[in-house]
């Protein structure tokens, strides 16, 4: 489900099946697009940070074109315990291969893979910002 | 430096330059000049008669002048400015004549330190190369450098993230005289049609801003700068409903220097012009990094 920005429109609620992985989409040629997950942020239930919400940051490829300072995202990543992901869409390869990664995230987040699950992510995280 | 001459500068003001990143020079003398210029003239002689001919059917003898702007460095650690000039005159006309100035390129280091202290000896440090004139040009003089000093120029593109700060930067400087508007120019992405949208702000109104900003005088942050240009992104929302922020920032214009994207800058004060050129430095050693 594609959605471009939060709130959910609340009429379709009870329509809704429940939300396992929410992927906020940041164009790095886009500073409106990092202002917009700022603000969608806030509109996201606490329990979902544990492991349910990633930063998805794209454009990545064009490092002539970025309106966003790369610290500032991965400091919103820190800031809200969740992986901070970089890809370029324009390029096939990396396309399939993040789309891949996202859906691997999408099975431990769903509970589909036994033994692992979302908090998993959470203690990864944690890990690397001991180093 | 802050007292650079104004008048050995004043060349390099109001001209637009394009802007490359140069890799350290190797076993470049700057007692050599003179060699250097005869050997870049009999270079340029030879592409010409391969046919590499800058204007057709017109007769001209090119004549290379290389020199050495001692002034124009930030530090004492900073190699001084080597300025490469030619010059035509047409065999036509009269032995008189004065000799055109048809393309002119400087190389320049302004507080390049990060760049020269971890050099060995025998490297010449001048991250900066600015060129004005025929692109024909720029290419020949570029290769015979490659050739001679085995460095590496790249042109130098400009991040929207640089623009907004240039913008911020020289938004906020003092001018005597009256200055002209602060302009920022930006390119509407996925359209059928390109467009163009043009800012134009009072430049009182755009240094009042940046005071009521910027926190300690002579120091700037990132926060100090999104500060900044969200007020602008605001200001604009509130009256025409775009989202300035997700356009892409191409150009920005103050009356201190102007900047695009694609690496072209104009220097339009010389009392800044250090000032301009530690931060083009900057943009060059971090290409070349």
């Known amino acids: 489900h594609l959605a471009t920005s939060l709130p959910l429109p609340s009429e379709r609620d009870h329509l809704r099946p429940r939300i396992d ?53 991965c400091k919103l990543g820190e800031a809200y315990c969740s992986p901070v992901l970089f890809c370029e869409l324009e390029l096939e390869g990396i396309r399939v291969a993040t789309a891949q990664r996202l859906l691997r995230m999408l099975q431990i987040c769903a509970g589909h893979i036994r033994g692992v699950s979302a908090l998993s992510f959470v203690s990864l995280m944690r890990n690397a910002n001991d180093d | 430096q802050e007292n650079v001459d104004p008048q050995k500068t004043a060349f390099l003001l109001r001209k637009a330059w394009t802007l490359y990143s140069v890799t350290p020079l190797y076993r470049f003398h700057r007692a050599r000049l003179r060699d250097y210029a005869r050997l870049l003239s009999a270079f340029i002689a030879a592409e010409k008669q391969k046919g590499l001919a800058v204007e057709v059917g017109v007769e001209l003898d090119i004549k290379v002048a290389v020199s050495s702007l001692t002034d124009l460095r930030g530090s004492e650690q900073d190699q001084a400015a080597v300025l490469v000039q030619l010059s035509s005159r047409s065999r036509a006309s009269s032995r008189n004549s004065e000799d055109k100035l048809v393309w002119s ?8 330190d990060d760049l020269s202290e971890n050099v060995p000896e025998d490297f010449t440090c001048l991250p900066l190369f600015l060129t004005h004139g025929a692109e024909s040009y720029t290419s020949m003089i570029g290769s015979w450098f490659q050739k001679t000093f085995d460095c590496c120029f790249r042109r130098l593109a400009i991040s929207p993230l640089n623009l907004s700060w240039m913008v911020a930067m020289w938004a906020g400087c003092k001018l005597d005289r009256a200055a002209s508007a602060v302009e920022l120019v930006f390119s509407v992405p996925r359209l059928s049609q390109p467009l163009d949208i043009s800012y134009a702000i009072h430049p009182e109104d755009a240094k009042a801003l940046w005071d009521t900003v910027q926190k300690t005088p002579g120091e700037i942050t990132q926060e100090e700068v999104d500060v900044f240009m969200d007020c602008l992104y605001a200001h604009f929302h509130r009256h025409f409903k775009i989202h300035l922020s997700a356009a892409k920032l191409v150009k920005v214009s103050t009356a201190v220097a102007s900047a695009h994207c694609d690496g072209i800058v104009k220097i339009l004060h010389s009392q800044y012009l250090p000032g301009v050129l530690m931060l083009l430095t900057e943009l060059a050693i971090s290409q070349i990094q």
């Open chain 1, 21 to 73: 992985l929410i992927v906020f989409m940041i164009d790095i040629k886009s500073k409106y697009s990092l202002k917009n997950v700022e603000a969608s942020l806030a509109h996201v239930d606490a329990s979902f940070f544990l492991g349910k919400v990633c930063f998805l940051v794209t454009g990545v490829g064009r490092v002539n074109a970025c309106s966003i300072e790369t610290n500032a995202v």
């Open chain 2, 105 to 112: 390129g400087w190389f320049c280091s302004v507080y390049g």
